[in-house]
Every structure is written in structure tokens, then in C-alpha cells.
């Protein structure tokens, strides 16, 4: 166990609905990171927060979103569901910056599925 | 560029045999290197780590190269099981962009 917990572990939805991932970073671990998954490929790495405060920016489509909140969680939303984001969504976390030195954590994903 | 839309690239090795994985960075400034392992239906997990100061690390079973010159890292696993079975991606401090992984599957 990361200490990383995301929700949901699963979702279904349709394509043009909108939805919302929820991050809960280790204890004490101050930077966010949201990666997308999509089948059989890579990390694609979405958006960074340290802090609140957005720290470095991937390939997020502009019908993403994502904040981090006073008490260090984070949500990604994603709007206007289309087919092709049907992926596994990843949150990490680590103390300080990963530009720095140290792991990231990661939860176990949250599975969405656009029908 | 990155690879990022290209199925994985995998590597089959023979149980009990030593697996070797590679991994290429592009930036020569990156002075911090991982190795993650990512089992089916999990998140990736911290495997190994190096700095640029070292040309090998050492761990449990696994053994980590660096060569600054040609920005080339590899993952060396000894005597592989079946519980290796995974996707391994290494990843450089200064990008946030993880490598294209790797598959390494294990035949009995």
C-alpha cells in the first residue's frame, strides 16, 4: 500500500458527461501528480501541483482540469468525455517536488470507461 | 520525441534466466534516476534508484547501470521468477515524462 488512495476505482460513464477523480496524497507529501493510461502504453503524464499551486503541465487537453485543495487532496475533471479517454488514471504524490530527488507514489488508478 | 501512442516494447526471458532492460533519458542535466515496476492493474512501483554520481547501484536481486556518456540506463534482474512479470519504466528527475516501459514476460 502507496498511502496514495484514489476514487472511484471504477467508472462508467457516456461520451459528453463530465466527470471527477479524487487523490489523497501520502501523509505529509505536499506534490500531486496526475498521469493518464491508456491501454497497453505509457505514463502519459497530465499535470503537477505543489502546495495548491500548479507546478508543471503535461499534455492535458484543455476539456481537463485539475486543482489541489488547502488539505492537499486533488481532483482531476474531465469534461466532454469522448471515447479515446477511456484510460486508467493515475495520481502520485512525494514530498517535495520530483524535480528535486525521491520517489513518487502511486495509488492504484482509478478505471474510467466511456461508452 | 516521446514515444507516448506506441504499443510497449517486450522483452521474453526464459524463467531462472537474467533479464536486462533499457532505457534512454534525454536530458543530460537529469542527476537522479528510477526504475519503476508496474504489475497488471496496479500503479507503478519504486524498484531502484541512482544517482549521477554512481555508474551502478545494486539491490536485491536487481542492479541498475548508468552511462552518463551515451544518457543510457539499464535494469539488470537476477534470475528472473514469474512474480517479475511486469511493465518497467524508468524515469529522470528533470522530466516528469516517464519512458515508454518496457513488458517483460517470463516462460516457464
Known amino acids: 500500500d502507496s498511502g496514495v488512495t484514489q476514487t472511484p476505482k471504477h467508472l462508467i460513464t457516456a461520451t459528453g458527461q463530465r466527470v471527477t477523480l479524487r487523490c489523497s496524497p501520502r501523509?505529509?507529501?505536499?506534490?500531486v501528480y496526475w498521469y493518464q493510461q491508456s491501454l497497453d502504453q505509457g505514463l502519459q503524464f497530465l499535470i503537477q501541483?505543489?502546495?495548491?499551486?500548479?507546478?508543471a503541465k503535461g499534455n492535458i487537453l484543455e476539456r481537463f482540469s485539475a486543482q489541489q485543495f488547502p488539505d492537499l487532496h486533488s481532483e482531476l475533471n474531465l469534461s466532454s468525455l469522448e471515447l479515446g479517454d477511456s484510460a486508467l488514471y493515475f495520481c502520485?504524490?512525494?514530498?517535495?517536488?520530483?524535480?528535486?530527488?525521491?520517489?513518487?507514489?502511486f495509488g492504484e488508478g482509478s478505471r474510467l470507461t466511456v461508452l | 520525441g516521446e514515444s507516448v501512442g506506441l504499443h510497449l516494447p517486450t522483452l521474453s526471458v526464459q524463467e531462472g534466466d537474467n533479464s536486462i532492460i533499457n532505457c534512454a533519458y534525454s536530458n543530460s542535466a537529469s542527476d537522479y534516476f528510477i526504475w519503476y515496476k508496474q504489475e497488471s492493474g496496479k500503479g507503478p512501483q519504486f524498484i531502484i534508484d541512482?544517482?549521477?554520481?554512481?555508474d551502478k547501484r545494486q539491490g536485491q536481486r536487481v542492479t541498475v547501470l548508468l552511462n552518463k556518456t551515451v544518457k543510457h540506463l539499464s535494469l539488470q534482474i537476477a534470475a528472473t521468477q514469474p512474480g517479475d512479470s511486469a511493465v518497467y519504466f524508468c524515469a529522470e528527475n528533470l522530466k516528469l515524462v516517464f519512458g515508454q516501459g518496457t513488458r517483460l514476460t517470463i516462460n516457464p
Open positions: 541512482i544517482r549521477s554520481n554512481m
Open positions: 502520485a504524490s512525494s514530498p517535495a517536488p520530483f524535480q528535486g530527488s525521491g520517489e513518487l507514489f
Open positions: 501523509s505529509g507529501d505536499l506534490s
Open positions: 501541483y505543489y502546495n495548491g499551486e500548479e507546478r
